[in-house]
């Protein structure tokens, strides 16, 4: 594929599906949402409305992170803080997709659609990429952005069109997009994250004492594993406990599984063999977290298993 000719021609057609209307957007900070941003930018403008909305589920100062890099760029977004309707909507919520639609629907009906209401938008861009699309079609999970593959009409429902500029390509093309736009290399090379983020992580009911848990793992996973090259390094907390020693007396904690793997496009995974040192240096590191006594390395290439845990 050229990249450059895919670029011009999504340009072009972003302008002239939208005309003279409002195209709104959600930005992440993930590689897919920042490469649909800039170019939803270069072809619109300020017919462009972009939010990045806080739902509580991001990593630590990661909403404040994502909208000064691109305020840096010349690209305006607005932080919407929605942290208590996500973390209402998801309370109780134990099973993967009841958890995946509670976000889903939070977003859309409530969060999104207030935006898109407040913006008069009639388009709305996605980063959905094809990968997004086969594992969705596929019931292997539920994709947060899929919505017409799977029968739901945006316009009917929520009504505005769903755009989709990157829904032929798979991760690899939209980081060579990404390189070509001009995005700088901590978005271009920045590892995959989830768009339901650290809800995914968590395996079990959401709280915010589970989020401060697994944000704390996450960034020492992250620290640690930076330099790896690895594809996608995460931190998972199960929902089970188990016995341990702190401070010589019993204690019934929490377990953290670490996930380290390599792929191209994510409809594959090898797992990286990790130094021992390295394993035996995040173990430290993550069993200091208050509550957690137990951490484990997962093994497990795709397939059998996802990427992430839920």
């Given amino acids: 594929m050229n990249y450059k000719t895919f670029i011009t021609e999504q340009v072009d057609a972003l302008r002239r599906d939208v005309g003279n209307g409002i195209a709104i957007n959600a930005l992440s900070g993930g590689v897919d949402s920042s490469v649909v941003t800039v170019l939803a930018h270069r072809a619109l403008g300020r017919q462009l409305k972009t939010i990045f909305v806080d739902n509580a589920i991001m990593r630590e100062g990661e909403p404040q992170r994502v909208v000064k890099a691109f305020r840096d760029m010349g690209i305006p977004v607005e932080l919407v803080d929605a942290r208590k309707s996500f973390l209402r909507a998801l309370k109780g919520l ?152 702190r401070n010589g007396k019993r204690e019934f904690g929490q377990i953290i599984v670490v996930r380290c793997i390599d792929s191209v496009d994510a409809r594959t995974a090898t797992v990286r063999e990790l130094p021992w040192s390295t394993l035996h240096r995040l173990t430290r590191r993550i069993t200091a977290i208050p509550g957690v006594n137990r951490c484990l390395y997962d093994l497990t290439p795709k397939p059998p298993a996802t990427v992430e845990y839920i």
């Fill in 94 to 245: 134990t099973d993967p997709e009841e958890k995946r639609q509670a976000i889903t629907d939070t977003f859309y009906k409530d969060v999104f659609g207030k935006a898109v209401r407040r913006s008069k938008a009639t388009f709305l861009l996605h980063g959905t990429i094809l990968t997004d699309i086969e594992e969705t079609v596929a019931g292997i999970k539920r994709q947060h952005n899929i919505l017409s593959q799977i029968g739901i009409d945006p316009q009917k429902v929520y009504g505005y069109k769903v755009l989709e500029p990157l829904a032929t390509l798979r991760k690899d093309g939209v980081r060579r997009v990404a390189a070509l736009l001009g995005l700088p290399s901590c978005i271009t090379k920045r590892i995959p994250f989830p768009g339901p983020a650290l809800a995914t992580r968590i395996v079990g009911e959401v709280t915010e004492a589970k989020l401060a848990t697994v944000r704390k793992a996450t960034a020492i996973v992250e620290e640690e594993l930076g330099n790896t090259g690895a594809f996608q390094y995460l931190a998972v907390l199960l929902n089970d406990y188990a016995t341990g020693i």
